[in-house]
């Protein structure tokens, strides 16, 4: 299947642990994001990689450190985990952000909960 | 900055009945609009696209429109059916790396 995956899919972890939440995606993209969805069903962008490169950084503290060992892969992981960091968390790919109109696809999602 | 608002937050109809999505955005400088399906702990479908140069877009019972000079997206659905019961957002791409902005959400209900 060509697709956007993300594993795990369920994490449940303990406030000051380390974890990574992997994602790859199959579909030939150059661009990958990572969104945060709120408990308010909100998204937002955190990161956006283009060919392993670093474009967008939306103010996310450095607990938060993507990971983009090649153009299909991009990991988060994140030190020192919150209360508040407890979210779904959505990777998406597209074809490439120099072209401005690409459509994103999203996998499906990491819901991320810290006791 | 861009801020994207949908309304209503949340609809219920009866199954068969039209219905219309609606979608605002601040800043009418954007290179696409995009509306997605939620379903319940799952993830995000992309429904339809629309470039900022286009006016609507249509697949299946869905049609979307876009009106970038007033800030404006409706989604339209013919005929829904309970399937069709899910959370609809909406989100415009600007000129800053990509990244999408999005609305919180329309949660359908449709009853059979």
């Known amino acids: 299947d060509t697709a956007v995956s993300q594993t795990p899919k369920y994490l449940v972890t303990q406030m000051g642990n380390d974890k990574s939440i992997k994602c790859e995606q199959n579909l030939g993209h150059d661009t990958m994001y990572w969104y945060k969805q709120d408990s308010k069903k909100f998204l937002k962008i955190m990161f956006s990689y283009n060919n392993k490169e670093l474009i967008i950084n939306e103010t996310v503290p450095n607990r938060f450190s993507p990971k983009s060992p090649d153009k299909a892969h991009l990991n988060l992981h994140i030190n020192s985990l919150e209360l508040g960091d407890s979210a779904v968390y959505f990777c998406?790919?597209?074809?490439?952000?120099?072209?401005?109109?690409?459509?994103?696809?999203f996998g499906p999602g990491t819901r991320l909960t810290v006791l | 900055k861009q801020e994207v608002t949908q309304i209503p937050a949340a609809l219920s109809v009866p199954e068969g009945e039209n219905l219309v999505l609606n979608c605002s955005f601040t800043d009418s400088a954007i290179y696409n609009l995009q509306w997605f399906r939620q379903d319940p702990g799952k993830g995000l479908t992309s429904l339809l696209l629309?470039?900022?140069?286009?006016r609507e877009q249509t697949s299946g019972r869905l049609n979307a429109s876009l009106d970038k000079s007033s800030g404006r997206s409706t989604l339209y659905i013919a005929a829904s059916q309970p399937g069709d019961s899910a959370t609809y957002l909406c989100?415009?791409?600007?000129?800053?790396?990509?990244?999408?902005?999005f609305g919180q959400g329309t949660e359908l209900s449709v009853k059979p």
């Open positions: 989100a415009v791409k600007g000129n800053q790396g990509g990244k999408l902005i």
């Open positions: 998406a790919s597209s074809r490439s952000e120099r072209g401005l109109a690409e459509e994103q696809f």
């Open positions: 629309i470039q900022s140069s286009q």
